[in-house]
């Protein structure tokens, strides 16, 4: 495996990570990780610019579906979350 990242690398191809499980959770863990300052973005705790960010490099694959999520179906899962819309599975 070190040697494939290795070898991407050297192509100049960004390496992507896989997240495969629900991607509902990964939204949770990311909201309090932000709430709890241990997350941010250039010192701010814009969530959207995070969740950006991070899925330029992670992908999420929704493991029920296999299907990889969007940013943007990520951030409206935070906005959920942070209205309190989002119910615990």
Request: glycine share 6%; charged share 30%.
């Amino acid at each position: 495996m070190i040697k494939q990242i290795r070898q991407t690398e050297k192509n100049d191809t960004p390496v992507r990570v896989e997240y495969y499980g629900n991607p509902k959770v990964v939204a949770r863990v990311l909201v309090k990780l932000i709430e709890q300052g241990k997350l941010r973005y250039n010192g701010e705790d814009n969530y959207s610019r995070i969740i950006r960010t991070l899925t330029s490099v992670v992908d999420v694959v929704n493991e029920s579906t296999g299907k990889i999520m969007s940013g943007e179906s990520l951030v409206s899962y935070v906005k959920w979350i942070r209205a309190g819309e989002l119910p615990e599975e």
